[in-house]
């Protein structure tokens, strides 16, 4: 089960922290992703930590502002959001895959959590 939580309102050029805890099993060795959809649009790929090297994937148009990283305990996957703009409000999503291969393809994750809101008012 993957939970996420940290979503918000924020104004632009503001931060979020969204955080991704992990539950049931031990996701320390596997890809972890964040991905989101705006209303209107399809999921996208945002960003992804690979399980083997833990090796951070990004869409290239949150390069330089977002920050993917694994907590201490593994279990938990991060998602520091800096300097954030309108056109990232979307609904977040965390999401697991059974192996440890980094992938950007939605349908290659596993495992997804409910979503967190994430509104950027300009």
């Known amino acids: 089960q993957l939970v996420e939580s940290g979503g918000g309102l924020v104004q632009a050029g503001g931060s979020l922290r969204l955080s991704c805890a992990a539950s049931?099993?031990?996701?320390?060795?596997?890809?972890m992703g964040w991905f989101r959809q705006a209303p209107g649009k399809e999921r996208e790929f945002v960003a992804a930590?690979?399980?083997?090297?833990?090796?951070?994937y990004y869409q290239d148009s949150v390069k330089g502002r977002f920050t993917i990283s694994r907590g201490n305990a593994k279990n938990t996957v991060y998602l520091q959001m800096n300097s954030l703009k309108p056109e990232d409000t979307a609904v977040y999503y965390c999401?697991?895959?059974?192996?440890?291969?980094?992938?950007?393809?939605?349908?290659?994750?596993?495992?997804w959590g409910q979503g967190t809101q994430v509104t950027v008012s300009s």
């Open positions: 999401a697991a895959r059974i192996t440890s291969l980094p992938s950007t393809l939605s349908q290659q994750y596993n495992y």
């Open positions: 930590i690979s399980g083997n090297a833990n090796t951070a």
């Open positions: 049931g099993r031990t996701y320390s060795k596997n890809t």
